[in-house]
T-cell receptor, first 115, second 115 residues
Framework: ETGVTQTPRHLVMGMTNKKSLKCEQH?????MYWYKQSAKKPLELMFV???????ENNSVPSRFSPECPNSSHLFLHLHTLQPEDSALYLC??????????????FGSGTRLTVV | AQKITQTQPGMFVQEKEAVTLDCTYD???????LFWYKQPSSGEMIFLIY??????QNATEGRYSLNFQKARKSANLVISASQLGDSAMYFC????????????FGTGTSLTVIP
């Protein structure tokens, strides 16, 4: 049990579908993140929520829409995706404020395939 | 410019031997943190070790140690006494400043431990 749970683990969707990815943490962390991991590329930060407010949006296309209803839950709503959006989507959480030795705690990811 | 550079896409090591995974970083901040993560085939990113920019001693966590050479801006991971379960992707990451939300990741090194 990692402390950060992502569902579903695998998702296949057509380009016209609408689906959502879910992330849940009960570590008492106040910041949550969505990262995209594509083959042979560094992890790409998509969105950051701190204390339930979106504090960063790294020029992500509008077909990705995040939602953070509370500090324990984070969603990524998907619609009209493209095949190049196929990737592993990782959710992470962390404490806010001074970091010290804290890194992220990651979930196991959702492997998304767009057909 | 890349913030984190990992130049070894793939590495092989004999079981019970030590292996060094290279990482160089680029920052003008005086305060930063360096992290290593392990990603097995299951997808989850597992935190291994942390080194702060002001730490004078190299970090160690069990069989993991971080060879921190500040002047050269390198933060190599050393795994001693490799085990078959160490086969995974390894990512170097950096957080700039004390409270920044974003981590910068390298492209990763795939480590295979040979029996």
């Amino acid at each position: 049990e990692t402390g950060v749970t992502q569902t579903p683990r695998h998702l296949v969707m057509g380009m016209t579908n609408k689906k959502s990815l879910k992330c849940e943490q009960h570590l008492g962390h106040n910041a949550m993140y969505w990262y995209k991991q594509s083959a042979k590329k560094p992890l790409e930060l998509m969105f950051v929520y701190s204390l339930e407010e979106r504090v960063e949006n790294n020029s992500v296309p509008s077909r990705f829409s995040p939602e953070c209803p509370n500090s324990s839950h984070l969603f990524l709503h998907l619609h009209t995706l493209q095949p190049e959006d196929s990737a592993l989507y990782l959710c992470a959480s962390s404490p806010t404020g001074a970091w010290g030795t804290y890194g992220y705690t990651f979930g196991s990811g959702t492997r998304l395939t767009v057909v | 410019a890349q913030k984190i550079t990992q130049t070894q896409p793939g590495m092989f090591v004999q079981e019970k031997e030590a292996v060094t995974l290279d990482c160089t970083y680029d920052t003008s901040d005086q305060s930063y943190g360096l992290f290593w993560y392990k990603q097995p085939s299951s997808g989850e990113m597992i935190f291994l070790i942390y080194q702060g920019s002001y730490d004078e001693q190299n970090a160690t966590e069990g069989r993991y140690s971080l060879n921190f050479q500040k002047a050269r801006k390198s933060a190599n991971l050393v795994i001693s006494a490799s085990q078959l379960g160490d086969s995974a992707m390894y990512f170097c990451a950096m957080r700039e400043g004390e409270t920044g939300n974003q981590f910068y990741f390298g492209t990763g090194t795939s480590l295979t431990v040979i029996p």
